[in-house]
């Protein structure tokens, strides 16, 4: 079976920096993907990570490190906006039927930007 | 707007009633999904179908019935369900199963009260 590890909760300053860090073990592994949820909204995909190393969009960044089964998301210069839950999910493959590349889920990070 | 709409956005029915939800996608996708969440828990995948085939049912009880007449629509058919029920249905589509790079696009979700 498949289990994700990540912080409840994380508070940061506007403009300030954080990490949100997602540890998982898994049967089989293709791939770390993260996705934000607004209170309200649905997920939307923020990165994937394949291979091992740092991946830059804008002002967020996912890492991942397969031999460590640990990846994770750099969000900088914090808005208010980013206040929002993240998920981590871990691409695995469900090779019973016809086969497919599915998500296991992290329960989420409830991140708040406070002034 | 991710592409992916949802219908109703609310929905309380009892026990004894029967209920149906609809997803619809506008991005040409040919895998469509579906999710629970609940409080407190990760994103749960219920159901996945590709090319209209269901390839994955994630032990889910016989009270929740899915459906797919193509690759743009998908339901959810509801009946007797019970209070623990209660949840946010979330309706996610990519373009196939078959890809390690599996980007999900989710609706808004149903919010569903089990009276």
């Known amino acids: 079976g498949q289990s994700l590890e990540q912080p409840s909760e994380v508070t940061a300053v506007e403009g300030a920096i954080v990490q949100i860090n997602c540890t998982y073990q898994t049967s089989g592994f293709y791939g770390l993907s993260w996705y934000q949820q607004h209170d309200g909204g649905a997920p939307t995909f923020l990165s994937y990570?394949?291979?091992?190393g740092l991946e830059e969009t804008g002002r967020f960044s996912s890492f991942l490190s397969r031999s460590d089964s640990y990846g994770y998301l750099l969000l900088q210069e914090l808005q208010m906006k980013d206040s929002a839950s993240y998920f981590c999910?871990?691409?695995?493959?469900?090779?019973?039927?016809?086969?497919?590349?599915?998500?296991?889920f992290g329960k989420g990070t409830k991140l708040s930007v406070i002034p | 707007e991710t592409g992916v709409t949802q219908t109703p956005r609310h929905l309380v029915m009892g026990m004894t009633n029967k209920k149906s939800l609809k997803c619809e996608q506008h991005?040409?996708?040919?895998?469509m999904y579906w999710y629970k969440q609940s409080a407190k828990k990760p994103l749960e995948l219920m159901f996945v179908?590709?090319?209209?085939?269901?390839?994955e049912n994630n032990s889910v009880p016989s009270r929740f019935s899915p459906e797919c007449p193509n690759s743009s629509h998908l339901f959810l058919h509801l009946h007797t369900l019970q209070p623990e029920d209660s949840a946010l249905y979330l309706c996610?589509?990519?373009?196939?199963?078959?890809?390690?790079?599996?980007?999900?696009?989710f609706g808004p979700g149903t919010r569903l009260t089990v009276l």
């Open positions: 990570n394949a291979l091992d």
């Open positions: 991005l040409g996708h040919n895998a």
């Open positions: 179908y590709n090319f209209k085939e269901q390839t």
């Open positions: 999910a871990v691409r695995d493959f469900e090779d019973s039927g016809a086969g497919s590349y599915q998500l296991t």
């Open positions: 996610a589509s990519s373009p196939q199963t078959g890809q390690t790079n599996n980007e999900q696009f």
